[in-house]
Nanobody, 117 residues
Framework: QVQLEESGGGLVQPGGSLRLSCVAS????????MSWHRQAPGKQRESVAQ???????YYGDSVLGRFTISRDNAKKTVYLQMNNLKPEDTAVYYC???????????WGQGTQVTVSS
């Protein structure tokens, strides 16, 4: 089971930026597709951004053009750069790993992002 630890959340004003990090306890992060999800109070968890083992990226419609997912396999870390944040981006953000071959999937504990003036 992969252990994932998110960090970088916090309180930011509308229009501001944050960068989330997710560190994975694996020998080879390159074997895993990685993604960020979020869950706002009273809402279902939704996918925000994904990055495959090949480096292909996919984004939810609500964050396209504002968020960027990236990975550093050597540092076993995945990032989510969030720009032009809006109050509706307020949520707990979770990191997920999916092994490229096996059904192994893991979640982090989440980090709170609050966008408010």
């Amino acid at each position: 089971q992969v252990q994932l630890e998110e960090s970088g959340g916090g309180l930011v004003q509308p229009g501001g930026s944050l960068r989330l990090s997710c560190v994975a306890s694996v020998n080879m992060l390159s074997f895993y597709h990685m993604s960020w999800h979020r869950q706002a109070p009273g809402k279902q968890r939704e996918s925000v951004a994904q990055i495959t083992t090949a480096g292909n990226t996919y984004y939810g419609d609500s964050v396209l053009g504002r968020f960027t997912i990236s990975r550093d396999n050597a540092k076993k870390t995945v990032y989510l750069q969030m720009n032009n944040l809006k109050p509706e981006d307020t949520a707990v953000y979770y990191c997920q790993s999916k092994h490229a071959v096996s059904p192994e999937t893991s979640w982090g504990q989440g980090t709170q992002v609050t966008v408010s003036s």
